[in-house]
T-cell receptor, first 113, second 114 residues
Framework: RKEVEQDPGPFNVPEGATVAFNCTYS??????FFWYRQDCRKEPKLLMS???SGNEDGRFTAQLNRASQYISLLIRDSKLSDSATYLC??????????????FGGGTRVLVKP | ETGVTQSPTHLIKTRGQQVTLRCSSQ?????VSWYQQALGQGPQFIFQ???????GRGNFPPRFSGLQFPNYSSELNVNALELDDSALYLC?????????????FGSGTRLTVV
């Protein structure tokens, strides 16, 4: 089982619509959580951190459910510029690897006019 | 404040050769992590350096090695290149607030092994 799993998509989203997707993680000792955005052939960029109480940044809302070990991202009023791959990232301390970020495979979102 | 810079941006090598990739960390960051991202996949953790020592390693063979220098910059070395080593290699730097703010990535080095 992968440490961090995501639906690869693509999620085809009409412009202006809402899209949501989840990510599950296997290590219950995971300490912090992030969503990164990656555009084609570019580096990942931090979109937002995910807090236990849930947090919102403009049109983006992230939720964390520690009991069920999943993280979600919701995008409201989708823009064409939201088209990207969204990477779920978990920070954990591993005996062999130390303190490391573990990435899911990414969820591809395509916003269409 | 300068971000994370990597060099070279693109590289083509022949199977069996050796390669060195370089990374300068963001100002104020003392930890550097290296990731390999194959096409269509998420980044995979190679190793992390803190205070010039390896501070954790992912599931990569010993022919992947690294260094960190006193100014926190870092190198990734790969010996005996294989075709499957073709990927985007990402360097990420972080500081004491990594738990809250994650890592900052460089734009990567795209390595092609032929």
């Amino acid at each position: 089982r992968k440490e961090v799993e995501q639906d690869p998509g693509p999620f085809n989203v009409p412009e202006g619509a809402t899209v949501a997707f989840n990510c599950t993680y296997s290590n219950s000792a995971s300490q912090s959580f992030f969503w990164y955005r990656q555009d084609c052939r570019k580096e990942p960029k931090l979109l937002m951190s995910v807090y236990s109480s849930g947090n919102e940044d403009g049109r983006f809302t992230a939720q964390l459910n520690r009991a069920s070990q999943y993280i979600s991202l919701l995008i409201r009023d989708s823009k064409l510029s939201d088209s990207a791959t969204y990477l779920c990232v978990v920070n954990m301390i591993d005996k062999a690897a130390g303190n490391k970020l573990t990435f899911g495979g990414g969820t591809r979102v395509l916003v269409k006019p | 404040e300068t971000g994370v810079t990597q060099s070279p941006t693109h590289l083509i090598k022949t199977r069996g050769q050796q390669v060195t990739l370089r990374c300068s960390s963001q100002s104020g960051h003392n930890t550097v992590s290296w990731y390999q991202q194959a096409l269509g996949q998420g980044p995979q953790f190679i190793f992390q350096y803190y205070r010039e020592e390896e501070n954790g390693r992912g599931n990569f063979p010993p022919r992947f090695s690294g260094l960190q220098f006193p100014n926190y910059s870092s190198e990734l070395n790969v010996n005996a290149l294989e075709l499957d080593d073709s990927a985007l290699y990402l360097c990420a730097s972080s500081g004491y607030s990594a738990q809250d703010y994650g890592y900052t990535f460089g734009s990567g080095t795209r390595l092609t092994v032929v």
